[in-house]
T-cell receptor, first 113, second 114 residues
Framework: DAGVIQSPRHEVTEMGQEVTLRCKPI?????LFWYRQTMMRGLELLIY????????DSGMPEDRFSAKMPNASFSTLKIQPSEPRDSAVYFC???????????FGPGTRLTVT | AQSVTQLGSHVSVSEGALVLLRCNYS??????LFWYVQYPNQGLQLLLK??????LVKGINGFEAEFKKSETSFHLTKPSAHMSDAAEYFC????????????FGKGTKLTVNP
């Protein structure tokens, strides 16, 4: 299997612009997770989906962040408008079912200037 | 609420020496516990997991961890460090039968000196 696929790998944008991060989970996995990693806050869960339905979005920082999972093989995380403090590495992970380990993608490094 | 504390943000060992990375957890219900490794500019890779079976868990690359309920600990060990073990290591906890949410520690960066 190709593993979790994320795009783009790097994104540089200006403050105020819209940013869309994309994730393709491992085929057959039914849970998908979005994380953010920064030096200051470490690794934080933003939101997770089970069977394409958002289950816990308590980690989403504010209304500027939104996530969708229109089907089992694709998810997006959108930031609009972006701010410099959103600069981080964003990871997507997927798991087969509850209790199983999460498999992480390579991450998207976002820089907002 | 669950939490994880990793003692020591940086650990340095010599090649061939014992590796010990410490993790203590807080959970009001029986936990699942995980160790992940992150190499530079890569995602996290699962090393091993505890899911209430054997308390001594063996993982990949010669790592193992022991679940000690009385000490609320899940320390990661490897008898002999290799240069390729240099990476950042994360301990994580989630509740059994509950939310799939993983709570991660802050990470420990392991340096292996020749």
């Amino acid at each position: 299997d190709a593993g979790v696929i994320q795009s783009p790998r790097h994104e540089v944008t200006e403050m105020g612009q819209e940013v869309t991060l994309r994730c393709k989970p491992i085929s057959g996995h039914n849970s998908l997770f979005w994380y953010r990693q920064t030096m200051m806050r470490g690794l934080e869960l933003l939101i997770y989906f089970n069977n394409n339905v958002p289950i816990d979005d308590s980690g989403m920082p504010e209304d500027r962040f939104s996530a969708k999972m229109p089907n089992a093989s694709f998810s997006t995380l959108k930031i609009q408008p972006s701010e410099p403090r959103d600069s981080a590495v964003y990871f997507c992970a997927s798991s087969f079912r509850q209790g199983y380990e999460q498999y992480f993608g390579p991450g998207t490094r976002l820089t907002v200037t | 609420a669950q939490s994880v504390t990793q003692l020591g943000s940086h650990v340095s060992v010599s090649e061939g020496a014992l590796v010990l990375l410490r993790c203590n957890y807080s959970s009001s219900v029986p936990p699942y516990l995980f160790w992940y490794v992150q190499y530079p500019n890569q995602g996290l890779q699962l090393l091993l997991k505890y899911t209430s079976a054997a308390t001594l868990v063996k993982g990949i690359n010669g790592f193992e961890a022991e679940f000690k309920k009385s000490e609320t600990s899940f320390h990661l060990t490897k008898p002999s460090a290799h240069m390729s073990d240099a990476a950042e290591y994360f301990c994580a906890v989630r509740t059994q039968g509950g939310s799939e949410k993983l709570v991660f520690g802050k990470g420990t960066k392991l340096t292996v000196n020749p």
